[in-house]
Structure formats: structure tokens, C-alpha cells
């Protein structure tokens, strides 16, 4: 274990967002991971490096091994029920099904495309390279979607930020980025105890209460966060804060059980990709 030159331990108590109202936070599983002990520098370079080359392969079979590949390292490897990434993947699926959609299909008041359908006084139709193409974005989007969280679920957000630092982004975007992302969970866990204290009071047992209660829980919560943002901020100048935002951080050497089998993959995705191309 070692620690940085003026870095000190600002604390451990979110190491895992531990069960709170029936929430868990994404550190708790990245805490949880069964690989959270690799080197996260190379979890982060991997990550980023095959989220680029999936876009920029531009292959539906490069982005499929993408999405099967990462997403047996977080359930397979890194142990995380495959429920729960399913269910992980529900909300940004919902927002590249409705994207997708809206590639695919156009309108018009004459009967065009490969594929139409007649609803009164207008069309709704698609092509086959429309589909193609859609079906191209989708693969991407879900290839990124499933590095990212590869990354996320199994890298805590401090070790990312570190990982970032020794990349030279500047502190102010990096330490902006763990504090707004630690502060969401307080918000969460604020407006969820707003939200049962108002149900246990009967604040939404109509449709009309039901709107009052969430207009006083929207304003009480703007009052109540800034209350506990100077609460944080207190607690960072007791413990010396200057401005800089410092962690503990843990060695985790990089080994080659690690680099072999991701260069292996990469050169897989290559040949792919080459493949695909000269077809």
C-alpha cells in the first residue's frame, strides 16, 4: 500500500455505498467486483481503447465480440449477477431502441421504402440500408455501453479519478467529476427519504396529493441539499482540505495474466475487423 506525495486518505466510508432505502450505488458493486484487484489503469485504457475502436470499426460483428466480451468480464469474471446487469443495461437499451427507431423510419404521403406501413393519409417506411445502418448503431452503442460499465463496475470512481490524474486531465475536471457523482447518491438518498416519510403520511393517495407532495418534496429537496453540501464541505476543511481533493491509493501491479488475454481479444477484434472488410 502507498500514498502519493500530498495525498492523504479522505476516507473509506463510501467504499461501498452500503444498502441505504433500498438503493445501491455503482461503488458498491465496483467494491464488490471479483477483478476490482487488476490494475486499474489498464481496466481504464482497455475500456476506453476498445470503446474507440468499436466506433471506429464501424462492424456489426467487432461491436457484437465487444458487447459479449466485456459483459462476460463483468458477470463472468468480475461475479456480478447477470440479472443485475440486465438490469443495468434496461435504461440505456430504452434510449437506443427509441434512437433507432427514429433512424429507421420516416414518413412520407406516398407509398416508399422496402418496408411500409399505411396509417390513413401518410406512410411509415423503411429501407434495408436503413435497417443495416440502424442495426450498425445499435451494436455500437451497446458495444460502448458495456466497456463503460466493464470499467464502472469494477474500478471504483476514486481509482478512475487517480487514473485520470496520472493522465494529466486537469484536477478541476476530475475532482468535479467525483464530487458531482458522490453527491447524486446524496440527493438519491435524500429525496428517498422525503418520498417515504410523504407516503407514510398519506401524500400520495390521489393524483392531485400526489402532485403536491412532489412539488414540496422538489423544493424541500433544494433547501436540504445545500444544507448538506455545507455539512461535506465542513467536513473536508476538519480534515485539511486545501483545495485538493486526495485519496488513498492501493498498489495494484499490472500482470500478464492480465495484458496476455486482453491482447489476444484485441487481436481477435482486429482480424474481425479485416475480415469483415475484405468480405
Not at 191 to 213: H, V, W
Amino acid at each position: 500500500m502507498r500514498v502519493k506525495n500530498k495525498k492523504a486518505h479522505v476516507g473509506r466510508r463510501h467504499a461501498a455505498h452500503q444498502h441505504r432505502d433500498g438503493m445501491l450505488s455503482i461503488d458498491y458493486y465496483a467494491y464488490a467486483s471479483k477483478i476490482r484487484g487488476w490494475n486499474p489503469g489498464f481496466k481504464v485504457g482497455f475500456a476506453l481503447g476498445l470503446l474507440i475502436f468499436g466506433i471506429a470499426a464501424d462492424s456489426v460483428w467487432v461491436s457484437l465480440l465487444i458487447f459479449l466480451g466485456m459483459a462476460w468480464l463483468t458477470v463472468g469474471k468480475g461475479g456480478l449477477k447477470l440479472s443485475r446487469y440486465i438490469s443495468f443495461l434496461t435504461v440505456p437499451l430504452v434510449f437506443i431502441l427509441m434512437s433507432s427507431a427514429a433512424i429507421a423510419c420516416n414518413f412520407s404521403f406516398t407509398a416508399q421504402g422496402d418496408y411500409r406501413l399505411h396509417l390513413g393519409f401518410f406512410y411509415v417506411y423503411t429501407t434495408v440500408e436503413g435497417l443495416e445502418q440502424t442495426g450498425r448503431i445499435v451494436m455500437k452503442a451497446l458495444g460502448a455501453v458495456s466497456c463503460m460499465y466493464m470499467m464502472s463496475l469494477s474500478t471504483p470512481v476514486t481509482e478512475i479519478v487517480n487514473v485520470l490524474g496520472r493522465a494529466h486531465m486537469p484536477a478541476l475536471i476530475t475532482e468535479l467529476m467525483h464530487m458531482i457523482y458522490r453527491y447524486i447518491f446524496i440527493l438519491l438518498e435524500v429525496q428517498n427519504k422525503m418520498t417515504i416519510a410523504a407516503k407514510s403520511r398519506l401524500g400520495y393517495r390521489d393524483l392531485k396529493t400526489s402532485y403536491l407532495s412532489f412539488g414540496h418534496t422538489l423544493s424541500n429537496l433544494l433547501v436540504v441539499s445545500m444544507r448538506r453540501a455545507n455539512a461535506y464541505y465542513d467536513a473536508l476543511e476538519s480534515r485539511c482540505y486545501d483545495g485538493e481533493l486526495c485519496f488513498l491509493e492501493e498498489e495494484k501491479p499490472l500482470r500478464a495474466a492480465q495484458v496476455a488475454p486482453a491482447t489476444g481479444f484485441a487481436a481477435v477484434l482486429l482480424a474481425v475487423w479485416i475480415w469483415t472488410r475484405l468480405g
